[in-house]
């Protein structure tokens, strides 16, 4: 039983830090205040580095640093295809150095390096030049108008955007935030998740390396309730796109009205239906299950967190469910061959195994897991619970870990009920053989994503954000373009007066 796994005792050092400071005005900087905090290796909980730690006045600095670099150029006034080819320098350059990237990812969160190297590093690089390619085809209409008027519309950036990202995939999360802001001529303050510092301001250093002007891009590293807060409620932010949990989006959305009532763009918490029909083939639904709950160590927002299979094919999926998940392989997330590495913390490890502590005293069946791997960092068992009830808090609370909450239904309309059943509206996945199934379960789920016969397919032209508390507007695909553009209509008599 979870043979594979093995503490990590004497880790070595897989890549040079090389970047710790706050990056503003396309320098490397200490925070005013001078303090550092310490970042930490999940596998083992040891520290690997001390980062500048940006508050309120920092904030204020790279926020004066983007300023500037939106009014006084370069960057909004370059023509678009200059900025177009400073993205695909970049896509080259993270393309070039995706293995200390990689390793960066995987030292600082956790996540497997397999996953990092071969997934999301050419998925970054990807999504960069998907947005590049954007950057000189954005442009206005014509449109008609009832009097003698010519009606034109320019499409311009909206200013200085801030941007607040989490720690479950900190360069593929800077990744979607920065290349379509730059694609459409922003100039930008991202602030990293306290967890994970490191990865983006290398990334940060390269878009330099590949043209970017001072200002234009300045990472500060910090917490949230004051390098956060301060970004969300600074007056002269013009647009805040921020992605974490809804508890926070909340917060950030009420900061963003109380001070200037700057636009924002919100991607939140989840707790995705993932359904099983009778028709199904039940090994690959089990494995595309297992896939959608626990990848990244169960920490997506679009996991597949409750998992309802039809009644008919329940036990069967039960027991291969629980057979799949004891064959993970959990351990150093450096090892080829491991499926799952460490939590990011402490305070998301204790809070999921809090919540297997719940399942089990409300009486859901835990089939398999449930405990602590090992005594040294932060691994959970991969874990299973059959006889989920709607109302446990398992079955409603986003866990964000390896626990999967199996749940029995009996027909379709019912599963849409209680699916739909939830604050939450960000994904769910459907599986089936029967082409009516799922257009009805498609059209009738209240989510943002729904995939069929699949799950987590995250193309760059793929719109992706959620309905109801989990979250508003969308990111990737033409959509995410809007969130950065002012529209702008120039009106003017055919004839002058
Ligand atoms: P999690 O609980 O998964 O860490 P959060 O929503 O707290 O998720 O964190 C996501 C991002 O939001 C992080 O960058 C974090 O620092 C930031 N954040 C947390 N609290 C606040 C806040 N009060 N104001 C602004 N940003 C915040």
């Known amino acids: 039983k979870y043979s594979t796994f093995a503490a990590v005792e004497n880790p070595e050092t897989p890549v040079k830090v090389n970047y710790t400071q706050l990056l503003i005005d396309g320098k490397f900087v200490?925070?005013?205040?001078?303090?550092?905090?310490?970042?930490?290796?999940?596998?083992?909980?040891?520290?690997?580095?001390?980062?500048?730690?940006?508050?309120?006045?920092?904030?204020?600095?790279?926020?004066?640093?983007?300023?500037?670099?939106?009014?006084?150029?370069?960057?909004?006034?370059?023509?678009?295809?200059?900025?177009?080819?400073?993205?695909?320098?970049?896509?080259?350059?993270?393309?070039?150095?995706?293995?200390?990237?990689?390793?960066?990812?995987?030292?600082?969160?956790?996540?497997?390096?397999?996953?990092?190297?071969?997934?999301?590093?050419?998925?970054?690089?990807?999504?960069?030049?998907?947005?590049?390619?954007?950057?000189?085809?954005?442009?206005?209409?014509?449109?008609?108008?009832?009097?003698?008027?010519?009606?034109?519309?320019?499409?311009?950036?909206?200013?200085?955007?801030?941007?607040?990202?989490?720690?479950?995939?900190?360069?593929?999360?800077?990744?979607?935030?920065?290349?379509?802001?730059?694609?459409?001529?922003?100039?930008?303050?991202?602030?990293?998740?306290?967890?994970?510092?490191?990865?983006?301001?290398?990334?940060?250093?390269?878009?330099?390396?590949?043209?970017?002007?001072?200002?234009?891009?300045?990472?500060?590293?910090?917490?949230?309730?004051?390098?956060?807060?301060?970004?969300?409620?600074?007056?002269?932010?013009?647009?805040?796109?921020?992605?974490?949990?809804?508890?926070?989006?909340?917060?950030?959305?009420?900061?963003?009205?109380?001070?200037?009532?700057?636009?924002?763009?919100?991607?939140?918490?989840?707790?995705?239906?993932?359904?099983?029909?009778?028709?199904?083939?039940?090994?690959?639904?089990?494995?595309?299950?297992?896939?959608?709950?626990f990848f990244n160590q169960g920490q997506c927002c679009c996991a597949g967190s409750r998992t309802y299979v039809h009644e008919s094919v329940y036990d069967e999926f039960v027991q291969k469910a629980k057979e799949r998940a004891l064959k993970r392989t959990v351990g150093d997330p450096f090892k080829a061959g491991i499926e799952q590495g460490p939590q990011i913390d402490s305070e998301q490890f204790e809070k999921i195994l809090r919540y297997i502590r719940s399942g089990v005293d409300n009486g859901a069946t835990l089939e398999t897991g449930g405990e602590r791997l090992g005594d040294k960092g932060y691994y959970i068992q991969p874990t299973v619970f059959s006889n989920v009830k709607e109302d446990m808090l398992i079955a409603q609370d986003e866990i964000f870990g390896p626990v999967q909450s199996i749940l029995k239904f009996k027909d379709i309309d019912e599963v849409v009920r209680r699916a739909n059943n939830t604050s939450y509206g960000l994904a769910a996945g459907v599986f089936t053989k029967d082409i009516d199934t799922a257009n009805t379960l498609t059209r009738a789920l209240r989510v943002g994503t729904v995939w069929v016969n699949c799950y987590d397919v995250f193309d760059a032209a793929i719109p992706f954000g959620g309905y109801k508390m989990s979250g508003q507007g969308r990111e990737k695909g033409i959509h995410c373009l809007s969130n950065y553009l002012q529209v702008k209509a120039v009106v003017t008599p055919l004839k002058n007066p």
């Open 30 to 293: 200490d925070s005013v205040s001078g303090k550092t905090f310490a970042t930490y290796d999940p596998r083992t909980g040891d520290e690997i580095a001390h980062v500048a730690e940006g508050d309120a006045e920092d904030i204020n600095r790279a926020v004066v640093a983007a300023r500037k670099a939106f009014d006084e150029g370069p960057w909004p006034k370059m023509t678009a295809y200059e900025r177009s080819m400073v993205l695909f320098r970049f896509a080259d350059l993270i393309d070039k150095h995706a293995e200390e990237l990689a390793a960066l990812e995987t030292w600082n969160n956790g996540k497997t390096y397999e996953q990092a190297s071969k997934a999301e590093l050419p998925m970054i690089s990807r999504l960069i030049r998907y947005y590049a390619g954007w950057a000189d085809k954005i442009h206005g209409l014509t449109a008609p108008a009832d009097s003698a008027h010519a009606v034109q519309t320019i499409h311009e950036p909206i200013g200085v955007a801030g941007q607040i990202i989490p720690w479950n995939f900190p360069l593929l999360m800077f990744a979607w935030k920065v290349a379509p802001a730059l694609a459409c001529g922003n100039t930008i303050v991202l602030k990293t998740a306290e967890q994970t510092p490191l990865s983006a301001l290398y990334a940060a250093k390269l878009l330099h390396e590949a043209g970017l002007p001072s200002g234009v891009l300045n990472v500060v590293s910090g917490f949230g309730p004051t390098a956060g807060a301060a970004l969300a409620s600074h007056m002269d932010v013009d647009k805040l796109a921020f992605t974490g949990s809804t508890q926070t989006g909340k917060i950030v959305l009420e900061l963003a009205a109380k001070s200037n009532l700057k636009p924002v763009t919100l991607e939140l918490g989840g707790k995705s239906p993932f359904i099983v029909c009778k028709d199904a083939d039940i090994d690959t639904a089990v494995e595309l299950a297992h896939f959608a709950l």
